[in-house]
């Protein structure tokens, strides 16, 4: 088993009060390594809240979130960052590239964050940009690409350290439906060769059916 949510509990405001909002309700979860899963459910329901404690970027009021049989929720900030960084892979709805920097450059930084930069990574992010269509772009800044590079090239720097678990939170919501399409095809192909598990939050129901597994968050559980 890769990850574990066990009783997860969170909410926003403070308990106790009339401010308090219960989002996720004792909600399990067990995704196996490699697994490719989509979570749907409608606007509030609670799925970037539930994306953000699986990518240890926040913490549940209770529960445990265990990863390769390690509890997150017992790390200091300092060790979750570096896990994240060595372990996880972010794709947003929007891109987050650094505007002054070039798709190279951006693709690299999760790299720098821990030492420089060897020639393996840069095979590496050599392989990956030419394998999504990016080559052509290597040199230009964000500014310079359309919305489906700049959103291609994040996937590339989500696998830039070779994770083990890609989260993508709407990842297709910012594009037309032949770029959505495109990267639905190229999240599938990649995370299937490097044996990533994927777990995606989506509104498109084309790419929810792409995915091996489907779930939908109501009522602060999966279903
Ligand atoms: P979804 O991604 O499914 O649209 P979210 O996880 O973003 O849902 O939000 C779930 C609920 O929690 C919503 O009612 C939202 O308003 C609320 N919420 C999300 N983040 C915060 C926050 N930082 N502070 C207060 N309320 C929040
Ligand atoms: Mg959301």
């Known amino acids: 088993m890769l990850l574990q949510l066990k009783n997860i509990s969170k909410g926003y405001g403070e308990p106790g009060t009339h401010s308090f909002r219960p989002v996720l309700d004792k909600l399990n979860l067990e995704i196996k390594k490699g697994e490719r899963l989509s979570i ?3 606007s509030g329901s609670g799925k970037t809240t539930l994306l953000n404690l699986i990518g240890a970027l926040d913490l549940p009021d209770a529960g445990e979130v265990i990863f390769n049989g390690s509890d997150l929720t017992s790390y200091s900030k300092d060790r979750l960052a570096t ?26 930084l999760p790299v720098l964050a821990h030492g420089k930069t060897s020639k393996d990574d840069k095979n590496w992010a050599e392989h990956l940009v030419r394998k999504v269509g ?3 772009q290597r040199n230009q800044k964000p500014a310079e690409m359309s919305g489906g590079e700049c959103q291609r090239t994040a996937v590339v720097r989500a696998l830039i350290n070779k994770p083990e678990l890609i989260l993508a939170d709407e990842p297709t919501g910012a594009l037309d439906e032949e770029n959505a399409t495109a990267l639905t095809d190229l999240l599938l192909e990649l995370s299937a060769e490097e044996g990533v598990t994927l777990v995606t939050v989506t509104h498109s129901a084309e790419m929810a059916n792409k995915m091996e597994r489907k779930l939908t968050l109501k009522n602060g559980q999966l279903h």
């Open 40 to 42: 749907v459910g409608p």
């Open 83 to 108: 896990f994240r960084n060595q372990n996880l892979g972010f794709v947003f709805q929007l891109h987050h590239l650094m505007p002054q920097l070039t798709l190279m450059e951006n693709i690299l």
């Open 134 to 136: 990016v080559w052509e």
